[in-house]
């Protein structure tokens, strides 16, 4: 096949196509706005993080609302028992107080019933004095000695009355006797049983009042937690509302570097309208790199760009550039999958980077110009779908827009 260097007339007449290509490929806003991005991904988990501790905090605020409430009302129930009590130690009191008056009319009884057995022992004990001076007087003698009948009778009235006046104070002294043991009884017995209800009320008065100041000193601590918590939570509120601010101040910042890039894509954008060379992505007009010196996206190092990068989705047809013979359909290298065809005058086309299984053609194929040869994908040293275009002059490179204009 025969090959030379095209003249340079032909270079001229075909820079005189209608390809418009605008330079700068907006990587820059790209990257900057992969920062924003991750920056705003960043902050939403921060977000999420202030609004889930936030949430923690209300969550055990109300639980130690609980228990305050709960504390609150065992304090007002304790309050009650303590007023209940408090009647009970005032109603034993009273009762105490009704005991000792008791006590002291049954003292009184007492005394008087004390008197009155002195008073009859000493009647008794006069007649056994008389009877003992006297000498012992039988009752027949003194029936005998009666002067008569009438006389009779009434020594035996007389005798009689004695007898029953004896047998009364006898009586009366037991009587007498046994009722004031009993009072005695009485009185000490229920002077005890209010003692120990009065000992009894006073110790669980006590015991409410220690419970009630127990609770008192839960619910100022209660109270404190839910002092702090509320702390808490406004400060998480502010730190959610500075985490607001700065997500508003990146969100805008992303949409304005979206729209940059967005503006860059446009300008990238190339409308193919004829010249030596067809358009070999039909279905994307949009340049990603241009041939020239730039930095390599993946080593970081400065090189030559041998070709013309054009974004496209993955499976995007490519076709043939120009008619000519397919001499390379493999993988080879960074360029990983790619496809050279030859062309006449010493002309060739390089398509590279194609996805594993997009070479549709094989070496030795004649296809023509606009015919599918593979299919768009990022194999080899490649970040990103796309088709690495190449021209060649006599086995160098050279800049294919010129050859697309």
């Keep these: 096949m025969k090959r030379y260097i095209l003249p340079l007339a032909l270079a001229v007449s075909l820079a005189a196509g209608s390809v418009v290509a605008v330079p ?15 920056q705003l991904e960043k902050l939403k988990k921060e977000m999420a993080a202030t609004e889930a501790a936030q949430k923690k905090a209300e969550q055990e605020i109300e639980r130690i609302r609980g228990f305050k409430e709960a504390g609150l009302a065992e304090i007002q129930r304790l309050e009650k028992e303590i007023a209940a009590t408090n009647q009970k130690i005032a109603a034993l009191n009273e009762q105490m ?11 009184k009884e007492l005394t008087e ?39 009779f009778l009434d020594r035996i009235d007389a005798l009689q009355s004695i007898v029953q006046q004896d047998k009364e104070i ?3 002294n037991i009587l007498d006797k046994q009722t004031v043991e009993r009072k005695k009884a009485d009185v000490e017995a229920q002077l005890e049983y209010v003692a120990n209800l009065v000992d009894q009320t006073s110790q669980l008065q006590n015991e409410l009042k220690a419970n009630r100041e127990k609770k008192e000193v839960a619910v100022a601590s209660l109270e404190i937690q839910e002092h702090e918590l509320e702390e808490v939570t406004e400060e998480e509120e502010r730190k959610l509302m500075e985490l607001a601010d700065e997500q508003a101040k990146l969100a805008k910042k992303q949409r304005e570097l979206k729209k940059q890039e967005e503006q860059s894509k446009k300008k990238n954008v190339v409308k193919y309208t004829g010249g030596q060379l067809k358009w070999p992505v039909p279905d994307s007009q949009r340049i990603t790199s241009q041939f020239g010196t730039r930095t390599h996206p993946i080593t970081g190092k400065k090189h030559t760009h041998s070709g013309l990068d054009i974004g496209a ?3 995007t047809a490519i076709v043939a550039a120009a008619s000519g013979e397919v001499i390379l359909a493999q993988w080879y290298g960074g360029y990983g999958n790619c496809v050279i065809i030859e062309h006449k005058d010493g002309f060739r086309t390089l398509y590279a980077h194609i996805r594993s299984g997009g070479i549709k053609v094989k070496v030795g194929d004649i296809v023509s110009a606009g015919e599918k040869i593979a299919e768009v994908g990022s194999t080899g040293n490649s970040t990103g779908n796309h088709l690495h275009f190449g021209v060649y002059v006599n086995n160098a490179a050279v800049d294919p827009e010129p050859y697309l204009r």
Excluded at 97 to 107: D, G, M
Excluded at 133 to 149: C, K, R
Aim: proline share 1%; no cysteine.
């Design 24 to 38: 700068g490929t907006g990587v820059a806003a790209s990257s900057e706005l992969a920062k924003v991005n991750a």
């Design 97 to 107: 107080a009704e005991v000792e008056e008791n006590l002291q009319l049954t003292v």
């Design 113 to 151: 019933a004390e008197e009155r057995v002195v008073t009859r022992d000493g009647l008794l004990k006069s007649r056994l004095r008389l009877l003992y001076v006297n000498g012992f007087v039988s009752y027949l003698d003194v029936l005998l000695s009666s002067t008569s009948f009438v006389d």
């Design 170 to 172: 006898l009586e009366l």
């Design 313 to 315: 989705p993955a499976g």
